[in-house]
């Protein structure tokens, strides 16, 4: 599994950056207006409306925290010589936090298809970023492994 790690990080990287700024959701109202926000738009959005500190939430949790997960898992898993992985107490917190985003568009999705004031379904975005989330996860857990347990299962 270790030598699929470049290949992991790599898709993990991409699904992050499409998941960003391809649209999440696409959301007909009343049947004259629709939207297709991506997740950058509705951040921007919210920061133009004056919902500044809600917009920082989230650009926290769904910006800011992935990137630098990734970015952290990059270095774990080239950054040193041995590959040996040392991660911050709080990565494992961010770790929790991974699936909001897509828990909360999902929800969105949910009250809008039961409200019948609108409908919404899902677009790309919400699948690279969920996509994202579970590849970063593997490679996480790939990169926590150490070297003898993978070497023990072979034989």
């Given at each position: 599994m270790r030598s699929l790690l470049p290949l992991i990080l790599f898709a993990a990287s991409v699904g992050f950056a499409l998941g960003i700024v391809l649209p999440l959701v696409h959301v007909d109202r009343l049947y004259f207006f629709s939207d297709e926000p991506?997740?950058?738009?509705?951040?921007?959005?919210?920061?133009?409306?004056?919902?500044?500190?809600?917009?920082?939430?989230?650009?926290?949790?769904?910006?800011?925290?992935?990137?630098?997960?990734?970015?952290?898992l990059h270095n774990a898993a080239y950054g040193?010589?041995?590959?040996s992985a040392s991660f911050p107490g709080w990565f494992r917190a961010l770790?929790?936090?991974?699936?909001?985003?897509?828990?909360?568009?999902?929800?969105?999705?949910?009250?809008a298809k039961t409200s019948g004031l609108a409908t919404a379904f899902t677009k790309p975005g919400l699948w690279f970023f969920a996509a994202?989330?579970?590849l970063t996860a593997t490679a996480s857990a790939v990169i926590k492994r150490k070297p003898q347990d993978s070497e023990q299962a072979v034989h």
């Open positions: 991506s997740l950058i738009g509705m951040i921007a959005a919210l920061w133009r409306g004056g919902d500044w500190p809600l917009a920082s939430v989230v650009a926290l949790f769904s910006v800011v925290f992935p990137a630098m997960k990734l970015g952290l040193q010589a041995g590959g770790s929790n936090w991974s699936m909001l985003d897509v828990i909360l568009v999902a929800l969105v999705i949910f009250a994202s989330v579970v």
